[in-house]
Every structure is written in C-alpha cells, then in structure tokens.
Nanobody, 127 residues
Framework: QVQLVESGGGLVQAGESLRLSCAASGRTISSYAMGWFRQAPGKEREFVSGISRSGGNTYYADSVKGRFTISRDTAKNTVYLQMNSLKPEDTAVYYC????????????????????WGQGTQVTVSS
C-alpha cells in the first residue's frame, strides 16, 4: 500500500495556472501507474490524466488535453499535474491515485482500477 498526499490546490482566476503535487510514501511510484481524477459537487468522479508505471505513456481526458500535463519525479517520489489556462469548469476536488499495475505501459482511466487514493485538494477557478 502506498500513501498519497495531494497539495497545490487553491483559488485562481480563469486563464491562470496551478501545479498539483502528489507525494507518495511507503512504496516507490515506479511500482504504480498513477492517475489524477476530479470530482465536482453533485457529479461523479472523473478521470483527468494518467501516467504508466514505466512513465513512458500518458493519457488525458479530452476536456484537459493541451492544457494539463502529468509528470513524475521518481527521485522525489512525487507525481505532478501542471494545469494551464484554467477554466471555471475545472473547479473540483482533485485526487491522486495509484494502481499496482503489472503492465509497465498501461494507463488506467477508471476509478475502480486504482488501489490507493489521496485525500484530495480543492481547485476553484473563478470567472
């Protein structure tokens, strides 16, 4: 089991940027495919971005493609989500998740595919 702690959320205006961090402890993130999800009030948790266990593959939801970038730093055991050109519809609680993937290349998009979750960080984008 890996413990995940998100940080970096906040209140920004539309068009601005934020970088979320997900610090892992207990195990190395190189053992996991990692993902970012978000959940807005009254809505289901949705996939935002993911990175494979090898780090070589990434995938994005259409709604964030071209604006968000996922990355990881194995030395710091941390995954990042760089969010640019933020929009009010990006407002949500953002969660980091880890999947104990056998495959080194797969990126997982469904919440039930993930084993461990962080507590979330709030992102609010004002218009």
């Amino acid at each position: 089991q890996v413990q995940l702690v998100e940080s970096g959320g906040g209140l920004v205006q539309a068009g601005e940027s934020l970088r979320l961090s997900c610090a892992a402890s207990g195990r190395t993130i190189s053992s996991y495919a990692m993902g970012w999800f978000r959940q807005a009030p009254g809505k289901e948790r949705e996939f935002v971005s993911g990175i494979s266990r090898s780090g070589g593959n990434t995938y994005y939801a259409d709604s964030v493609k071209g604006r968000f970038t996922i990355s990881r730093d194995t030395a710091k055991n941390t995954v990042y989500l760089q969010m640019n050109s933020l929009k009010p519809e990006d407002t949500a609680v953002y969660y980091c998740a880890a999947c104990a993937s056998v495959s080194g290349r797969m990126v997982y998009t469904r919440p039930r595919q993930y084993d461990d979750w962080g507590q979330g960080t709030q992102v609010t984008v004002s218009s």
